[in-house]
């Protein structure tokens, strides 16, 4: 009988077990993230001994995004919907990489110290696909008593989003700039788009990347990082895509 009931709690553990495997929290919202049967599919063929962490979709495509670790190795795919594995990225040593780019990285480097290697493989992207019927959508910014708000709407008049109203910052006394940055909030390395993280850390090479900024340019997402580049500051700025914008040395005295 003892044997029994052991048999039966071994089974509710292992259920509870793959429960957990299939979902996962969202980073950002600490939302829970279930992962369709052709994505968790592609994860065990792809990545067999991994144990999978965080998973969440991206807001423009749906795309998952899954954090796997296998044999000490920690991954990031992205993978869409049917199953299809669209890129990689993984922390590579540098006594791992192949000779041809050690030998390339350490006469690019001049000496300087080579930090963390991510190494990043890309299988699929995604293409354009035309619609059988176009989709007007409709975007403005709105005013009241000093805070502005971003909607976008449909053509049929459904409100699509709707951003929280924040205060409202002006320039040349008190008119709004054309170039003002809207919805500015401070994000980590970590929370920022893959390419836009190569990006930052290409540019700060062996530097230090002190602090950056989500910000919002005419309802398109841009990233500005301050560095520390031996010794000096520097100000970056980076489209969503991870196109240098914008790179300037500080004056001392600001």
């Known amino acids: 009988m003892n044997v029994q009931i052991w048999k039966w709690i071994g089974l509710v553990v292992l259920v509870v077990s793959m429960v957990c495997v299939i979902s996962y929290a969202d980073k950002g919202e600490g939302k829970s993230v279930t992962l369709p049967d052709a994505v968790k599919n592609a994860i ?6 991994a144990v ?7 807001k423009e495509f749906e795309v998952f995004e899954v954090i796997v670790k296998q044999n000490g190795q920690e991954s990031e795919p992205s993978i869409a ?16 990489l192949p000779d041809v780019v050690a030998k390339a ?12 290697v991510e190494q990043s493989i890309t299988y699929a992207v995604i293409k354009p696909v035309k619609l ?9 910014m709105l005013t009241k008593d000093g805070n502005t708000c971003e909607i976008k709407l449909a053509a ?12 409202a910052e002006c320039k040349d006394g008190g008119k709004e700039g054309d170039d003002e940055e809207k919805d500015e909030q401070k994000v980590s390395i970590d929370q920022v788009p893959p390419a836009v993280k190569a990006t930052i850390l290409g540019q700060a090479g062996n530097g230090t990347v002190k602090e950056i900024e989500q910000e919002t340019r005419d309802g398109k ?6 560095l520390i580049i031996d010794g000096k500051k520097f100000e970056i700025k980076v489209s969503s895509d991870g196109k240098l914008i914008d790179k300037q040395a500080e004056d001392k005295n600001d």
């Open 44 to 49: 065990q063929k792809a990545y067999p001994q």
């Open 52 to 58: 999978i962490g965080n998973a969440k979709t991206e």
């Open 81 to 96: 919907p049917d199953g299809t594995i669209l890129s990689a990225e993984t922390k590579v040593r540098r006594e791992k």
């Open 105 to 116: 990285l350490s006469k690019a480097a001049e000496g300087a110290e080579i930090n963390e």
């Open 132 to 140: 059988n019927a176009p989709e007007t959508t409709y975007e403005t």
């Open 156 to 167: 049929d008049g459904t409100v699509l989003e709707k951003s929280a109203w924040r205060k």
């Open 221 to 226: 997402t841009v990233y500005g990082a301050d």
